[in-house]
């Protein structure tokens, strides 16, 4: 494994962790964390390494501003609270640009698979959706979600308009006990730019395959959105539904890539190896 950093939005740092094969011939896979989430969390190091034992270059990577470093630390408050979409995005377009240009480790990369669990899944279809068929999405040869919204917005109107007042909204962290906050700027940027935040209608502009996956017994993102997504792209028969799996795939953070997986951690590793394997 070898770690790295790269310049992201708002010249904060985009961190992550690469892993080599040790036969170079597939795809660069992007593993992008959710919410509250970053590179080490759960089941990320482990379906990084999993892809890297199957022949393709695994990159995982914390947002720049996600707010977390390396390791299972506390969050930096400040570049938490200043998170958007719009910067997420910065960040995704920025790291295949770096990949294309062989700055990260395992080489120049001509196929990427751009794969995201959760609120990362959806940051996916929005680089996809807003920039179909520019430069900046050259090599990208899919897109995978995992566990995705199908939409960048479900706050009620109660806590819209406290944000907007208020420049804040507490969101704790259970893993660290920290009280974070999401700052007016992630709202105010969705209601300046509908259309650019318009999750199912730019997922349906995405000019490369989008691969569906999505655990029944999700308990943080409703399986239904799953289906949204796959209608929105045109690939409502090929939605993969685990059984059994919940949001994290039935999987502790933090996990150690060492321990056994769990049974639809495993399947989840299957299809990821598969997907990344098509030609």
């Known amino acids: 494994m070898s770690d790295w950093s ?163 909204l507490p969101s704790p962290s259970s893993r660290t006990e920290q009280v974070l906050h999401i700052g007016a700027s992630w709202l105010s940027e969705q209601l300046d730019d509908p259309e650019g935040h318009d999750l199912l209608s730019l997922a349906g502009r995405i000019p490369v395959p989008v691969h569906v996956i999505h655990g029944m017994l999700d308990d943080a993102v409703p399986v239904e959105d799953a289906g949204e997504i796959a209608d929105a792209t045109g690939r409502a028969d090929e939605a993969i539904l685990i059984e059994g799996s919940n949001h994290v795939f039935n999987t502790t953070n933090p996990f150690s890539p060492e321990q056994s997986p769990s049974p639809v951690l495993r399947e989840l590793g299957d299809v990821m190896i598969g997907i990344a394997g098509r030609r």
């Open 6 to 168: 790269i310049s992201g939005s708002s010249g904060r740092s985009i961190i992550g962790t690469t892993h080599e094969p040790r036969d170079h011939g597939g795809r660069h896979v992007l593993l992008a964390h959710g919410f509250k989430g970053y590179k080490d969390y759960g089941f990320i190091p482990w379906l990084a390494e999993t892809i890297a034992q199957a022949g393709h270059v695994a990159h995982r990577f914390n947002f720049s501003h996600g707010g977390m470093s390396h390791g299972h630390g506390s969050f930096d408050e400040a570049a938490f609270q200043e998170d958007t979409w719009n910067r997420q995005v910065e960040d995704i377009l920025s790291l295949l640009a770096s990949l294309r240009e062989g700055v990260l480790p395992g080489g120049k990369a001509s196929s990427i698979l751009l794969a995201g669990h959760s609120r990362g899944g959806a940051t996916c279809l929005l680089a996809g959706g807003r920039h179909a068929c520019e430069e900046v999405l050259d090599g990208l040869c899919g897109i995978v979600t995992l566990a995705a919204p199908s939409a960048c917005l479900h706050m009620s109107e109660e806590d819209q308009e406290r944000l907007l007042v208020d420049g804040r």
